[in-house]
């Protein structure tokens, strides 16, 4: 069965401050890991898509990276609208997506 | 491009009372999954169907629970006499194909009383 661990739980920051959130993750024949940001009381909305092991993507101050065993989203200079849960899933051959629990991310000014 | 419609965005039941949650993919999409997220926990699978077709339901309960995405019209995610249990907030999306990132909607949060 396809697992995700994210951590940490909960993350606090001070804007500006860099920090890393990982991800986990055992898989059956990995499709794809995708990253997707979730504001309270709203659907996640779609970051990043990850393929093959040494991939990288980057979008304004987020950097998701991919190894064979756990992906990683870097946080540069963050800003308080930043603060959100980031989830971190993993696509295998059955299709589906397997989420992790996510790590909720709190910027202060 | 409207994105994926979800509606009711919040809907109350009473005990007992059958709940439909209806789902409206982005146009063009004909990949539809459904989710259930309880407070504190993760996104958990229920079922992925294609027009006219469940693909995969493994995730779904065996009973009271149901889902349809016919050739005309939303995907419809059906649970029958509910409990205090189903009380979650219920996500729809949908992909042009199977490989591609899901959007999601913005949920249905259903409270059973």
């Known amino acids: 069965e396809d697992q995700v661990t994210q951590s940490p739980e909960a993350l606090r920051l001070q804007e500006g401050e860099s920090s890393s959130l990982n991800c986990s993750y055992t898989?059956?024949?990995?499709?794809?890991l995708f990253w997707y940001r979730q504001d309270p009381g709203k659907g996640p909305e779609f970051l990043f898509t990850l393929y093959s092991a040494g991939e990288e993507k980057e979008k304004e101050r987020l950097k998701a990276t991919l190894t064979k065993k756990e992906s990683f989203l870097h946080i540069t200079a963050p800003k308080p609208e930043d603060s959100a849960t980031y989830l971190c899933?993993?696509?295998?051959?059955?299709?589906?997506?397997?989420f992790g629990t996510g790590t909720r991310l709190t910027i202060i000014p | 491009n409207a994105g994926v419609m979800q509606n009711p965005r919040h809907l109350v039941r009473r005990r007992g009372q059958e709940a439909r949650l209806r789902c409206s993919p982005v146009?063009?999409?004909?990949?539809v999954y459904w989710y259930r997220q309880l407070p504190e926990e993760g996104l958990k699978f229920m079922v992925y169907?294609?027009?006219?077709?469940?693909?995969?339901e493994s995730g779904m309960p065996k009973e009271r629970f149901s889902a349809e995405f016919p050739k005309e019209g939303p995907s419809i995610l059906r649970i029958q006499q509910v409990v205090r249990g189903d009380s979650a907030a219920y996500f729809c999306?949908?992909?042009?194909?199977?490989?591609?990132?899901?959007?999601f909607g913005s949920g249905t949060r259903l409270t059973v009383v």
């Open positions: 999306a949908s992909s042009r194909s199977s490989s591609e990132g899901y959007t």
């Open positions: 898989v059956s024949g990995l499709r794809g």
């Open positions: 146009k063009g999409h004909s990949h």
């Open positions: 899933a993993v696509q295998s051959s059955n299709e589906k997506l397997t």
């Open positions: 169907l294609q027009k006219e077709n469940i693909i995969d």
